[in-house]
């Protein structure tokens, strides 16, 4: 992840542009890893830990009702936090995770492994749905690598 974190950083200090982060499953990693590197401030905004849904809700002003009607780990929430952290920030570019890190909590619809992550901002608005496999911390661990790689190829 440090080399990605590295490509990410320059393009971004390059760019002039800025990114803010909000994180459910995750729980900060995504953060972590884009300000491992000395100047991260420079293009790191700030980053949401929302992890309940009342977080969501009163942070990153998530209406109840939506959370209720398609659940916190969704296509809808995820295009939802980031755009919601990307107006709040002011950033360039707003992301999002939200999903099962496990080992408890899924279901036959919502399996563990289940994870949204979406990104906004530079004119796009894009979501991607993955299932990972693997112990809790892999999953974690799975979706922040995504999220990197996502951040960059929407910066290439």
């Keep these: 992840m440090k080399d990605l974190v590295k490509k990410i950083a320059k393009k971004l200090l390059n760019n002039h542009l800025t990114i803010a982060v909000a ?6 990693l995504l953060c972590y890893q884009l300000t491992k590197i000395s100047g991260s401030s420079n293009y790191f905004k700030c980053g949401y830990i929302v ?7 009163n942070i990153l002003s998530i209406p109840e009702k939506m959370i209720k009607e398609y659940g916190a780990v969704s296509k809808e929430i995820a295009l939802s936090m980031a755009k919601e952290t990307w107006e709040k920030s002011s950033a360039d570019l707003g992301i999002s ?3 099962i890190a496990g080992p408890m909590g899924g279901s036959f619809q919502k399996p563990v492994g ?14 991607q749905e993955y299932n990972f496999q693997g112990s809790r911390r892999e999953i974690r661990s ?13 910066l290439d």
């Design 97 to 99: 995770l939200t999903g």
């Design 51 to 57: 992890y309940s849904n009342e977080s969501k809700t």
């Design 142 to 154: 799975q979706a922040t690598q995504k999220a990197l790689e996502m951040i960059l190829e929407t």
């Design 114 to 127: 289940l994870v949204y992550i979406a990104l906004v901002g530079l004119k796009k608005k894009l979501c």
């Design 23 to 28: 994180e459910s499953c995750t729980g900060g």
